[in-house]
């Protein structure tokens, strides 16, 4: 899998350290994360400022908020926001 165009310079780099099965979940997972903060905060995805090191809690820049991200097995799990999105 390569790269997705959502994620930044940075994210890129970091998958690449990975195994290639926490590599392509890393990636689907950040790209995914920016794709919804971009509608939210008006920016392309690849440019919404988000510090998210793989095992770490990602970080918005200042004044942005908070985001929580969690991982569940296909089928399983579920999310939930202590405000919405939209």
Same mark, same amino acid.
């Given at each position: 899998? =390569?790269?997705?165009?959502? =994620?930044? !310079?940075?994210?890129?780099?970091?998958?690449?350290?990975?195994?290639?099965?926490?590599?392509?979940?890393?990636?689907?997972?950040?790209?995914?994360?920016?794709?919804?903060?971009?509608?939210?905060?008006?920016?392309?995805?690849?440019?919404?400022?988000?510090?998210?090191?793989?095992?770490?809690? !990602?970080?918005?820049?200042?004044?942005?908020?908070?985001?929580?991200?969690?991982?569940?097995?296909?089928?399983?799990?579920?999310?939930?926001?202590?405000?919405?999105?939209?």
């Amino acid at each position: 899998m =390569l790269p997705d165009s959502a =994620l930044s !310079p940075q994210e890129r780099d970091w998958g690449l350290a990975l195994s290639p099965r926490l590599r392509v979940r890393y990636w689907r997972s950040r790209a995914a994360l920016r794709r919804l903060l971009q509608t939210v905060l008006g920016r392309p995805a690849a440019l919404v400022p988000l510090q998210s090191p793989p095992g770490q809690p !990602p970080l918005l820049g200042e004044g942005l908020g908070s985001v929580s991200l969690s991982h569940a097995a296909p089928g399983g799990g579920g999310s939930r926001a202590q405000q919405p999105l939209f």
